[in-house]
């Protein structure tokens, strides 16, 4: 629970400032569970922070108890999929129908999807034919030091420019 007096908008805010960050390049993720902790203030505190235009992701979705009447009231830019539901994808077939639903249902709220714990190819394909927009798991990359997220980054960032270079204009 928050402390009264805790202003976390005016903190970001001065927070970002400070580190001359802009805003959209921070996103908060809050897990289910706190973000209908006193559902009215959530609201309130969200909006705010959505104002700034800081990034909000609802972090390991559909392990809690939220009401999807809640859901389209939050304004928020990114569901995050539980690894629960993706690790046992393909083999069983109601993770599956769940988690391609929450992906629909999400891109119909105007929301973007990160699947969390994705471990395998046969996973990979499944979210990207259903729509998923991002992915997190060791397929995809090993947690990585800073010196090799920069690295990391560079490769990708040189991968697409040479996909990029390759399309007909």
Known sequence: PVKPGFDAVTIIGE???EFGLRPAQLELELTESMLMENIEDTVEALNNLKALGVGLAIDDFGTGYSSLGY????PVNVIKVDRSFVMDIPRDVDDMEITAAVIAMAHKLRYK??????ETEEQYQFLRESGCDYGQGYFLSR????DLLVDFCRQYQAEIENEMSRRPT
Do not use: C, D, N
Request: charged share 20%.
């Open 15 to 17: 927070t970002l400032v």
């Open 71 to 74: 859901l389209k009231r939050l």
């Open 113 to 118: 999807v990160v699947a969390e714990g994705i």
């Open 143 to 146: 947690p990585l030091s800073p």
